[in-house]
T-cell receptor
Framework: AQRVTQPEKLLSVFKGAPVELKCNYS??????LFWYVQYSRQRLQLLLR??SRESIKGFTADLNKGETSFHLKKPFAQEEDSAMYYC???????????FGKGTTLSVSS | ETGVTQSPTHLIKTRGQQVTLRCSSQ?????VSWYQQALGQGPQFIFQ???????GRGNFPPRFSGLQFPNYSSELNVNALELDDSALYLC??????????????FGEGSRLTVL
């Protein structure tokens, strides 16, 4: 079965603290994984994709096939990082993204 | 560059009625996908259209149907509405040049309430 699990509904941290948003997946084969973000009053948008191995807004995510995880990390959280974050997996057919339930990140000063 | 636009933004229907939601893709995009997002859940794939043909479908009953037009705009139709159809319906388009990069450009959604 193809599935994405985000175990935390809410993550609250202080400004400057490290952040790790957890994502675990279930998939047969080589997965394609993504992080999408939705800031307040904005539409859902792509943050980063594992295949690009990029850092966006200080966030990185490493695919760990052994642990079937794709956690999103940032060493020093900023207040503007407060948003809803969704982990997503491309399905076997390649046409759909399977989203997790999302984690709300709240960064306070 | 115009982003993905959806209409209406909000609507209320009663059980058993039919609804049509509309979406204009971002300029230069010829692939459109529809997702349903229930409260507290992530978006769930309904179907995708590419060049006016259904290109993939999620686990939704046939009363969920769609269309894509030559200008790449799209409609989502839901017949015989049920209470559980209450959700935010998201339209997303993908670039023509590479529709399967995984980057979807989302609209703001149409919030449907079924009473």
């Amino acid at each position: 079965a193809q599935r994405v699990t985000q175990p935390e509904k809410l993550l609250s941290v202080f400004k400057g603290a490290p952040v790790e948003l957890k994502c675990n997946y279930s998939y047969s084969g080589s997965p394609e994984l993504f992080w999408y973000v939705q800031y307040s009053r904005q539409r859902l948008q792509l943050l980063l994709r594992h295949i690009s191995r990029e850092s966006i807004k200080g966030f990185t995510a490493d695919l760990n096939k052994g642990e079937t995880s794709f956690h999103l990390k940032k060493p020093f959280a900023q207040e503007e990082d407060s948003a809803m974050y969704y982990c997503a997996l491309r399905d076997q057919a390649g046409t759909a993204l399977i989203f997790g339930k999302g984690t709300t990140l709240s960064v306070s000063s | 560059e115009t982003g993905v636009t959806q209409s209406p933004t909000h609507l209320i229907k009663t059980r058993g009625q039919q609804v049509t939601l509309r979406c204009s893709s971002q300029s230069g995009h010829n692939t459109v996908s529809w997702y349903q997002q229930a409260l507290g859940q992530g978006p769930q794939f309904i179907f995708q259209y590419y060049r006016e043909e259904e290109n993939g479908r999620g686990n939704f009953p046939p009363r969920f149907s769609g269309l894509q037009f030559p200008n790449y705009s799209s409609e989502l139709n839901v017949n015989a509405l049920e209470l559980d159809d209450s959700a935010l319906y998201l339209c997303a388009s993908s670039p023509t040049s590479n529709p399967n990069t995984g980057e979807l450009f989302f609209g703001e959604g149409s919030r449907l309430t079924v009473l």
